[in-house]
């Protein structure tokens, strides 16, 4: 009786990580169809996001779909910046960890903010869309 007492919360964490897992498995196969359509995408666990052209199209991944997305012109941009809480990135004293953001400033004072998980993958993203504005 006590032997099955100590399985029971391993087995129920085991089917908790498997089912996890299938959610996780269906949003990635669910982002691999949605990013044929971009020149470039990237998938994360917060948000999907997509170029083609100078069009900007993001969301956030679910198992059954991108739910929430959203499309703006890279030509309303007039900034984008690396924040982390709000704050601008110091990209000469990076921060190891922490859930950054890019931040673009918009022409008619709207402000997008798309969240990444790493921070040197929201660097290679704003580097990377930089070279598209004028």
Avoid: H
């Amino acid at each position: 009786m006590e032997r099955g007492l100590l399985w029971l919360p391993l087995l129920v964490v085991f089917f908790w990580l498997v089912i996890s897992g299938k959610r996780e498995y269906q949003k990635v196969e669910v982002y691999k169809v949605w990013a044929e359509q971009f020149d470039n995408a990237k998938y994360d666990i917060y948000a999907v996001l997509g170029k083609k052209g100078d069009l900007i199209t993001w969301g956030k991944p679910t198992p059954k779909g991108i739910i929430n997305e959203n499309i703006f012109s890279l030509s309303t941009v007039e900034k984008i910046n690396v924040t982390i809480k709000n704050k601008l990135v110091d990209y000469d004293n990076l921060p190891v960890k922490g859930d950054a953001n890019l931040q673009f400033l918009c022409s008619d004072n709207e402000i997008i903010n798309i969240p990444f998980t790493d921070i040197n993958l929201a660097i290679k993203w704003l580097n990377y869309l930089q070279k598209f504005m004028k």
